[in-house]
């Protein structure tokens, strides 16, 4: 069995540099964030049925990784996360994000490090931020899911996800 490890947070917080780091240091794969691919040719105004296609997308990339990793598989975000985005964009949770697999063990990226704008980041706004990453911490809270807060430098963002991995058994 595979292990899990889905980084969820705001944007802007290394989910996805992190989710490459990892894998390549405990030498396995991991999954692009789907929704950040979708923005890209969509645009950033999104409804519930761009959402729910997302959320869809990204679980069935994991789940279509899961038989190449190795022990553990990395991935930038998950359904939980889109459910965020969806509580933060169209002002609820549909259902169905809430349904797909959970991860082993989610990292909560803390949004302590600048944000860096790009083409399809949208919440720099601090107190926007701010509200945003409560949202993503209570959809952890509410789902049950094993999670670890992590923050500081990128170094120290390292260091305290490779300990949570190593804290959980690998797969045999």
């Not at 992190?18 to 409804?47: C, K, N, Q, S």
């Amino acid at each position: 069995m595979i292990r899990t490890i889905v980084l969820h947070g705001v944007e802007s917080t290394g989910k996805s540099v992190l989710a490459e780091r990892l894998a390549r240091h405990f030498g396995t794969i991991w999954v692009p964030e789907y929704g950040r691919t979708y923005a890209e040719t969509h645009g950033v105004d999104m409804d519930e049925a761009d959402l729910l296609l997302i959320g869809r997308a990204q679980t069935e990339m994991i789940e279509t990784a899961k038989p190449r990793a190795k022990h553990f598989l990395f991935a930038d975000t998950d359904a939980l996360m889109t459910a965020a985005w969806a509580a933060m964009m169209i002002g609820h949770v549909p259902t169905d994000l809430l349904t797909y697999p959970h991860a082993d063990l989610y990292l909560l990226m803390e949004p302590d490090v600048p944000w860096v704008p790009d083409a399809v980041r949208i919440y720099g706004d601090d107190a926007v931020r701010t509200r945003f990453a409560g949202i993503c911490r209570d959809m952890l809270e509410q789902a049950g899911v094993p999670w670890l807060s992590v923050g500081g430098d990128w170094n120290a963002r390292f260091s305290h996800a490779v300990e949570a991995v190593r804290a959980i058994t690998p797969a045999s």
